[in-house]
């Protein structure tokens, strides 16, 4: 949950490497030390951590498990722990929060012959869990196309939309499969580190007919889904063999259904949980007075959300199918007011204000449309 000055908090008491290193989530950020136990800095007169352990945090209940099926957090979040993509964003204590750099995941390397053609060459040796009906066997590239082939026919699929420009998928031999696109997709890359895109295997949706059980759950990832308590847990256990040697470094995780904020707290003080029991496992900005007194041996910092928030309308419906309404609206958003109440240092994110994209034009140049989105009430 992003505080209200857009700037989560995020409590430390040892270097992000001991609890990145665990192969967690996709997509969490950074993880904040138990509170029940003092931190332990990292240093050579400790030595490196010990491997094992079961780290329990703050998850939520999937309505169902077949990403195919759902536009949902709490399914991606949830299967982002058994799941592999061709490609992620990359992970580790020296990332930067809130950067999405990408690095090679299934796909050991991928090259652009042109524009429109994009051949990935996939990792040797990679096991599926040893979970019948596929009982370990290799990954291989007939996989990769019958992930997409069923990504893009899948009529209930919500996030079809975002591989449209992709016309065909074709198996080059075992281990290379190659994108032939319609048109130039920059994003192509990008958009294939989403957990929508996670990699499966045709024999698990032949024998369940989907993937909504959680016996269905079934990837290449760093943990497998041992047990699935309805709104309770979702309890996960190391993958052993997983493809990045070493990982994940925790023996498993309790996926823990916490909906009431003050009880995740409560856990999280009590050292119940072992991260904060906020989004990316940080601690709100309204609860970190409070945090500090009691706790004053952890540090924190503040970063930068780039979580974007929006307002969605139906403009198939009125009053919304009117343009002149959705203008009316638009201008009646004070921007500037926003940031002024809002952010802790009176700023929009980089990738708004200064940054991300050089290339993108600001409200001056983006001409005779700007006009709509200049604050007049």
């Not at 004070?334 to 990738?351: L, M, S, W």
């Amino acid at each position: 949950m992003d505080t209200p000055q857009g700037h989560p908090r995020v409590l430390q008491g040892v270097r992000r490497r001991e609890v990145l290193k665990a192969g967690l989530a996709a997509g969490v950020t950074l993880s904040a030390w138990p509170l029940a136990r003092p931190p332990v800095l990292w240093g050579a007169e400790t030595g490196p951590p010990k491997r094992g352990g079961i780290l329990r945090v703050r998850g939520y209940d999937p309505p169902h498990f077949d990403h195919h099926l759902t536009l949902n957090f709490k399914a991606s979040t949830t299967l982002s722990f058994t799941y592999s993509r061709l490609v992620r964003h990359k992970l580790g204590a020296g990332v930067p929060p809130g950067t999405f750099s990408i690095e090679p995941d299934l796909a050991e390397r991928w090259e652009a012959l042109d524009d429109t053609t994009y051949v990935f060459h996939l990792r040797q040796g990679v096991r599926w869990h040893n979970k019948p009906p596929v009982n370990g066997r290799e990954l291989v590239a007939d996989d990769v196309k019958f992930t997409y082939d069923r990504f893009l026919t899948e009529k209930a699929n919500p996030l079809r939309f975002l591989l449209d420009p992709v016309d065909r998928i074709e198996v080059v031999d075992r281990y290379t499969v190659q994108f032939l696109l319609k048109e130039p997709f920059v994003w192509l890359i990008d958009t294939l580190t989403s957990i929508s895109m996670s990699i499966i295997t045709p024999e698990v949706v032949q024998h369940f007919g989907d993937l909504k059980k959680p016996e269905a759950v079934i990837g290449t990832g760093p943990f497998l889904l041992e047990r699935y308590e309805p709104n309770v847990k979702t309890v996960f256990k190391r993958n052993p063999d997983y493809f990045r040697p070493g990982q994940p470094y925790v023996d498993g995780v309790e996926w823990l259904v916490l909906d009431d904020e003050s009880t995740g707290l409560a856990m999280y003080r009590t050292g119940q949980i072992d991260c904060g029991p906020a989004a990316w496992w940080a601690v709100r900005q309204e609860d970190l007075e409070s945090i500090k007194k009691s706790h004053p041996h952890l540090r924190y910092q503040d970063f930068l959300s780039n979580v974007t928030h929006g307002i969605y309308m139906r403009t198939d419906h009125p009053p919304f199918n009117d343009v002149r309404v959705r203008r009316a609206i638009s201008q009646a958003i004070d921007r500037q007011a926003i940031i002024d109440a809002v952010f802790i240092k009176g700023e929009p994110t980089p990738a708004i204000s200064r940054g991300v994209p050089t290339w993108s034009p600001t409200l001056d140049e983006l001409g005779e449309g700007a006009q709509y989105y200049q604050y007049n009430p």
